[in-house]
């Protein structure tokens, strides 16, 4: 979908019928001439308020912390400047550093794929038209609009050694539960799980949306040709919904890379740095060992990974999504 | 809060971080209080202001210096058949070898019932560690905190018993758990005073204090330190030194002692202090505050103790994950803190 | 409605017994994932009224005995907690009817408008969500102090809609806006509407559902941010709910039953509007294109 808007966005001179079209939207605007000019100043008016925001809220920030990552400001000296030693520091002198990026990769590919594929999975069922299935859709999605801070608190008491739900329930069978959250093994797990199952329910709603929109009539070709239920998701569904695939991967995989909120919360970023995220390394510098500018310097290259996993999916896309002609 | 100036004009501030603070300048000299008659500044504890001096200067008044003490399930130790905390302190053999034995005979996993547990929060080593380490004749910094100490034969007895205690007696509960005092699954609790608080509101058993126990080099145990200082910056601080002097001078003293251990002679032997509750007795309240305070010490502070914290927390956590032994956590802990001591 | 019943040699009857059976699979894995996600709620309610000396008990307690009601009424002596909710409320309220303004805006200009860089800009628009919100917040942090915003709603209120949040928006109803189909603004220019009027008469009537869905996005999102209240209120009359939740872990430890007596109330509310406006939200997922 994205593709075809970008088209009409900026017609292009082509042949056949788009040419046509264009042609006479042309005529239109050279008639129109005063209000085509006019047209632009309304647009930047619209722009307006978002641009200022951006610049005020956004931009300069970015700006001033990318400055901040070249001195070795912390809250109680003046700031000096010193080049690039916070970026030196982060990638050759902090093993700690390597740890963060370490655990934030493996957390996002724990979790993209478990995440999609389940949140598929149930769209799939959850499609159907059986009774009672409009209460599975809501009790999933209800984690998505819980806090986190909630959600986490209360995962945090149910995988507490010994006297958690989750180990007491292990007890009955006689088996004795791991220290969730105090193994070198176990705790990114159950971060990811945690995770995994507070947002499942959003990339659901998009497969569902998007599940609705195939259409019957290619379900029912291919019935009648007598293709099993696999070959026709293989060969119909799937393609069909590659956008949606595409945009939720896209969405997830950044999310991913930022979490904070249950590392905070949960673990803080323990047992050891085991589950040390990169943004938690961020906001430890920050606002725990007041060292601006190594944090400043963190927060840029995490950008410029998140930057990059993003473009490189953008042009991969071509590849794999399918659009509708 | 500080950073942004919109810090409260007198605030509670916690002893570790006064240093820092001191030096930032964040807080208001208030030596004057030295020489105003009515405050009486001599009532109050002299070891209880050091950390709160930068020389001759003051720069808080503390309100509250809860010691480190014991709180014990007393049905619990009727069960089993053994001689309680207090009885043992009397007879003078209450040593860290008694209270190993009883943790572990008070365990029952069936029951989810634990001999003993001495944290709050995971993330707390020092409050569980600093008496044992004291009692056993180590310490985890030098004098002036300028490097780690703990790496010693002594340091080393000591953390292996805090390790045993979770790990090989399995007396103590395993790291991640979140049991408390109150649900009566625990023998022994080791706290600071002013978790009496919540202890009170317990009805299902019956529960007493007593002193820390004694190792080979004694007994001792920490003071906990909070204080109120006058922050820098204040539209008003001469209102605002009158307010402290009114909370920290004896009237107030006296009407926040139910929980906190006040540092004012006057106050501290006084009936408010010792009958503010039925529980815990007044017998018991002597033995295991009064009496411990005068050789109790300090938690240590550092203007870089947030990275101290991590460093070492880190190590620890390496302990509770059974990922190196005793001897290793410390080497690594000397390696990591001294650098961040200079 | 057959008159032969019951008989197991009946056709229809075998046929509705396999159809039972083949949904079985469906319902069973459904079941298990929503157990998982109902337990924790389940927990809160049971744990928050419960007496505290029962909350780690074992077996644990699922029916707590004493049922504790006074929980909830002890929250607002610990604190005055309609005062957070009511502070959650007009912030969420605010910048949700303020995204959903400036949004439409910017949205529906990047998509019907013609003007020079537009998509240059919003490429450079789209960037700031991709910045974690980390890195802007000490500068932006220094910033208001100095304008001396801080300790106010202004941070929670402002940036959220001009920023990265309100971005998020606009690139929503741009999605939208562009499947309108385009004769409907040529329509509107013939009749002699400049872009303001068509803006306003036209296309936000039609992009009700997606502002709908907006709407629940940027509520949520500022009903649950807890990071922006934390660094910059520290007034406790200015608190909103995510803050006040993590103050009932203080210097004596967490009072899980008071905890989640708050947390209970805290996320009640959203509950019920979601069951409400499910339905609404799923359309407008449907139909701002995001497939």
Redesign the interface.
């Given at each position: 979908?994205l593709d075809t808007?970008?088209k009409?966005?900026?017609p292009v001179p082509v042949a056949g019928k788009e040419a046509e079209s264009t042609f006479s939207l042309d005529k239109?605007n050279k008639n129109?001439s005063r209000?085509?000019r006019?047209?632009?100043?309304?647009?930047?008016l619209?722009?307006s308020?978002?641009?200022?925001?951006?610049l005020?809220?956004?931009?300069?920030?970015?700006v001033?912390?990318f400055g901040?990552s070249f001195t070795n400001w912390s809250?109680?000296n003046e700031p000096a400047l010193v080049g690039l030693s916070n970026y030196d520091k982060a990638l050759n002198n902090d093993p700690v550093f390597w740890i963060t990026v370490g655990n934030t990769l493996v957390f996002s590919l724990g979790l993209v794929p478990l995440n999609i594929c389940?949140a598929l999975?149930?769209a799939l069922?959850?499609k159907?038209k059986?009774p009672g299935?409009g209460f599975?859709?809501?009790?999933?999605?209800?984690?998505?609009?819980?806090?986190?801070?909630?959600?986490v608190?209360?995962?945090k008491?149910?995988?507490?050694?010994?006297?958690?739900?989750i180990n007491?329930f292990l007890k009955l069978f006689g088996i004795q539960g791991p220290?969730?959250?105090?193994?070198?093994n176990w705790t990114m797990l159950v971060i990811i799980i945690v995770s995994v199952?507070k947002n499942v329910g959003l990339n659901m709603?998009?497969f569902?949306?998007?599940l609705?929109?195939v259409p019957q009539l290619y379900y029912d070709a291919a019935r009648v040709d007598g293709a099993s239920p696999w070959r026709i998701f293989r060969s119909i569904t799937l393609p069909l919904?590659t956008?949606?695939i595409f945009?939720a991967t896209t969405i997830t995989v950044?999310g991913s890379l930022?979490i904070?909120?249950q590392i905070y919360v949960m673990t803080?970023g323990?047992?050891?740095?085991s589950t040390y995220v990169m943004?938690y390394y961020?906001?430890?510098q920050?606002?725990?060992?007041?060292d601006?500018g190594y944090?400043?310097a963190i927060?840029?290259i995490?950008?410029a990974i998140?930057?990059g996993l993003?473009i490189f999916q953008w042009q991969m896309r071509k590849r794999w999504v399918h659009y509708e002609q | 809060m500080m950073a942004s100036k919109t810090a409260p004009d007198v605030a509670w501030v916690v002893e570790r971080s006064v240093p820092q603070l001191i030096e930032a300048n964040q807080l208001v000299d208030i030596s004057s209080l030295k020489n105003d008659s009515s405050y009486n500044f001599g009532d109050i504890i002299p070891a209880t202001l050091a950390m709160f001096k930068k020389g001759e200067q003051v720069y808080g008044i503390p309100f509250s210096t809860p010691p480190m003490i014991l709180f014990y399930n007393k049905n619990l130790f009727k069960e089993k058949g053994l001689k309680t905390p207090t009885e043992l302190y009397k007879e003078g053999n209450w040593t860290y070898d008694e209270f190993q034995k009883a943790a572990k005979a008070i365990t029952d996993p069936s029951k989810g019932v634990y001999g003993v547990k001495m944290l709050r929060d995971w993330k707390n080593w020092i409050d569980p560690l600093l008496p044992i380490v004291w009692s056993y004749g180590a310490d985890v910094f030098n004098t002036d905190t300028t490097s780690f100490a703990l790496n010693t034969p002594e340091g080393q007895k000591a953390l292996q018993l805090y390790n045993d205690l979770i790990f090989k007696d399995q007396s103590h509960p395993k790291p991640g758990d979140q049991l408390t005092f109150e649900t009566g699954k625990l023998g022994m609790y080791t706290d600071r005073y002013s978790n009496v608080a919540k202890t009170r509101a317990v009805k299902d058993f019956e529960w007493d204090i007593a002193p820390m126990p004694k190792g080979p080099a004694g007994a001792a145990t920490s003071l906990g330190l909070a204080g109120y200082a006058v922050i820098q910056g204040t539209k008003y601080p001469a209102e605002s030194l009158e307010w402290l002097k009114f909370i920290s001078g004896k009237d107030g003293m006296s009407a926040t002692s139910a929980y906190f251990v006040p540092p004012r002679e006057s106050v501290l032997r006084s009936d408010v202090f010792l009958k503010a509750a039925p529980q815990p007795s007044p017998e018991s309240i002597q033995m295991a505050v009064l009496d411990q305070m005068k050789g109790a010490r300090y938690n240590p502070g550092h203007k870089n103790w947030a990275k101290v914290d991590a460093a070492v927390l880190t190590q620890m956590d390496r302990l509770y994950t059974q990922s190196v032994s005793v001897k290793d956590a410390l080497a690594m802990m000397e390696k990591e803190v001294n650098p961040l001591l200079k | 409605m057959s008159s032969n019943s019951g008989s197991l040699r009946n056709p229809n009857s075998g046929r509705t017994f396999r159809k039972v059976l083949r949904t079985l699979p469906t319902y069973a894995l459904l079941s298990l994932v929503s157990l998982l996600v109902v337990i924790p709620f389940l927990w809160m309610v049971s744990t928050s009224l419960k007496d505290q000396t029962k909350v780690f008990v074992f077996p644990p307690q699922w029916i707590p005995d004493p049922i504790v009601w006074d929980n909830y009424p002890k929250v607002f002596e610990r604190q005055p907690f309609q005062l957070y909710f009511f502070n959650s409320l007009y912030i969420a309220v605010t910048v949700t009817v303020g995204t959903a303004i400036f949004a439409a805006l910017a949205g529906y200009a990047f998509a019907k408008l013609r003007f020079p860089f537009k998509n240059v800009i919003f490429v450079v628009l789209l960037s700031s969500m991709m910045i974690p919100a980390e890195v802007t917040a000490i500068p932006l942090f220094i910033g208001l102090t100095n304008f001396k915003l801080t300790n106010t709603h202004f941070p929670l209120i402002v940036p959220p809609i001009l920023g990265a949040g309100g971005m998020f928006g606009v690139f929503l109803l741009r999605q939208f806006f562009i499947t309108i189909p385009g004769e409907l603004d040529e329509a509107a220019k013939i009749d002699g509407c400049n872009p303001w009027t068509t803006f306003w008469r036209i296309m936000l009537p039609q992009a009700i559902p997606a502002l709908a869905t907006l709407s629940i996005f940027t509520f949520l999102n500022s009903w649950n941010d807890f990071f922006d209240p934390l660094i910059y209120l520290s007034s406790k009359e200015l608190y909103t709910l995510p803050l006040a939740l993590s103050t009932f872990t203080d210097q004596t430890g967490t009072d899980w039953h008071l905890l989640m007596a708050a947390s209970v109330m805290a996320t009640l509310p959203l509950l019920l509007v979601f069951f409400l406006a499910q339905k609404r939200f799923i359309e407008g997922v449907a139909l701002t294109g995001l497939k």
């Open positions: 979908m808007s970008e009409t966005a900026n239109k129109k209000l085509g006019g047209e632009k100043w309304y647009g930047y619209f722009i308020p978002m641009v200022i925001g951006y005020v809220f956004v931009l300069g920030p970015i001033a912390a901040i809250l109680y389940l999975a149930l069922l959850l159907q059986l299935i599975f859709h809501t009790i999933i999605f209800t984690p998505v609009v819980t806090s986190i801070v909630v959600w608190i209360v995962w008491y149910i995988f507490a050694t010994d006297a958690g739900l007491q220290a969730w959250l105090y193994s070198e199952l709603v998009i569902l949306a998007a609705h929109d919904i956008p949606s945009l950044i930022k904070f909120g803080g323990g047992p050891g740095t943004v961020i906001y430890k920050a606002f725990q060992f007041f601006y944090a400043s927060a840029f995490l950008f998140i930057l993003t | - | -």
